[in-house]
T-cell receptor
Framework: AQTVTQSQPEMSVQEAETVTLSCTYD???????LFWYKQPPSRQMILVIR??????QNATENRFSVNFQKAAKSFSLKISDSQLGDTAMYFC?????????????FGPGTRLSVLP | DSGVTQTPKHLITATGQRVTLRCSPR?????VYWYQQSLDQGLQFLIQ???????AKGNILERFSAQQFPDLHSELNLSSLELGDSALYFC??????????????FGEGSRLTVL
């Protein structure tokens, strides 16, 4: 079975500091994607960053970057220069294809609070 | 704007009632997914449709049902509502197959309150 674990239910960080959110996963698939989604208080689900498993280079989107360790099945999200608007629930997700199509497995989420 | 439209945005009803939530996927997306998110909880996968056919089922109660129509919009029907059904219900759509990137595009959700 495919699983996604986020071991930090809650985290906080001071504004302008850097924070890293952890995610580990388990899959027997060779081809998959990994995503981080953000859910701010508005409850809208917003894609933050994606990583293709076959790419060794870590993905980066402005202040957001990932540390993808395929052998360790680890996919952490680093937020640099944290801003108040980064306060949100963050979900890690594993996406793979089987004979029936695309499958998404979400982690339980990490609630991040950015403190002024 | 993700391109996924959900209606209604808010709905308040009583126990025992039945409601229908509607979702229009992004133009061109054949897959529709339904998720339930109770207060401060994670996303619970309910069901997935692909081009009108049910493809995968998650933790969906027998009181709940869904369908995807030929125009690809989808409806989630919730019946015999209980207090515990109060939640945010998300619809999401996705491109599948090359050159699909696998990304899920979420609607803004339908917030259901059962009193």
């Amino acid at each position: 079975a495919q699983t996604v674990t986020q071991s930090q239910p809650e985290m906080s960080v001071q504004e302008a500091e850097t924070v890293t959110l952890s995610c580990t996963y388990d899959t027997s698939e060779n081809n998959y994607y990994l995503f981080w989604y953000k859910q701010p208080p508005s409850r809208q689900m917003i894609l933050v960053i994606r990583q293709e498993a076959y790419k060794q280079q870590n993905a980066t989107e402005n202040r957001f970057s990932v540390n993808f360790q395929k052998a360790a099945k680890s996919f952490s999200l680093k937020i640099s220069d944290s801003q108040l608007g980064d306060t949100a629930m963050y979900f890690c997700a594993l996406v793979f294809r089987d004979n029936y199509g695309q499958n998404f497995v979400f982690g339980p989420g990490t609630r991040l609070s950015v403190l002024p | 704007d993700s391109g996924v439209t959900q209606t209604p945005k808010h709905l308040i009803t009583a126990t025992g009632q039945r409601v229908t939530l509607r979702c229009s996927p992004r133009s061109g997306d054949l897959s529709v997914y339904w998720y339930q998110q109770s207060l401060d909880q994670g996303l619970q996968f309910l069901i997935q449709y692909y081009n009108g056919e049910e493809r995968a089922k998650g933790n969906i109660l027998e009181r709940f049902s869904a369908q995807q129509f030929p125009d690809l919009h989808s409806e989630l029907n919730l019946s015999s509502l209980e207090l515990g059904d109060s939640a945010l219900y998300f619809c999401a759509s996705s491109v599948e197959g090359p050159p699909g990137t696998g990304e899920l595009f979420f609607g803004e959700g339908s917030r259901l309150t059962v009193l």
